[in-house]
């Protein structure tokens, strides 16, 4: 089983491989899923700003196109390019969208903070009351 600060590291790794000469702010993130891979991601911008990703999103997106559909945990990194992390990067609204159309309420995030310390929150804790599939029944 890996553990939070394994995760972390792999978003950390992410993070280094992010394209952001627009903002200089530089994020990573790890997908566990519940079979045991991992997927990582990192943001990616674009001259046009609309078509920007976030890293959340391009590990989501690589594992769904992998076929994979059962996500336990993801591990955020992020911070000013070169500079150590020194705080907490939560999810953006669009991330916390896409997370929930593939995951319960009850997956772990893990956002890294400074040194080695970090906070564990579950996405129902960072998105109540969120619209899901189960919504499209009503």
Do not use: W
Not at 5 to 26: Q, V
Not at 71 to 98: D, H, K, M, S, Y
Not at 111 to 132: C, I, K, N, Q, W
């Amino acid at each position: 089983m890996m553990t939070p600060e394994e995760l972390i590291r792999l978003a950390k790794e992410a993070r280094s491989r992010a394209y952001m000469p627009y903002s200089g702010f530089s994020v990573g993130a790890a997908l566990l899923c519940r079979n045991g891979k991992v997927y990582q991601g990192c943001n990616i911008e674009n001259a046009a700003y609309g078509p920007s990703v976030c890293a959340e999103r391009v590990a989501v997106f690589k594992a769904v196109y992998d076929g994979e559909r059962a996500f336990e945990a993801i591990a955020v990194v992020g911070g000013r390019a070169g500079a150590a992390v020194t705080g907490p990067c939560p999810p953006c609204g669009v991330c916390r969208q896409v997370l929930r159309e593939f995951c319960g309420p009850d997956l772990m995030i893990y956002l890294a903070g400074e040194d080695d310390r970090y906070e564990v929150h579950t996405l129902g804790e960072l998105m109540p009351l969120s619209f899901s599939n189960a919504n499209m029944d009503l």
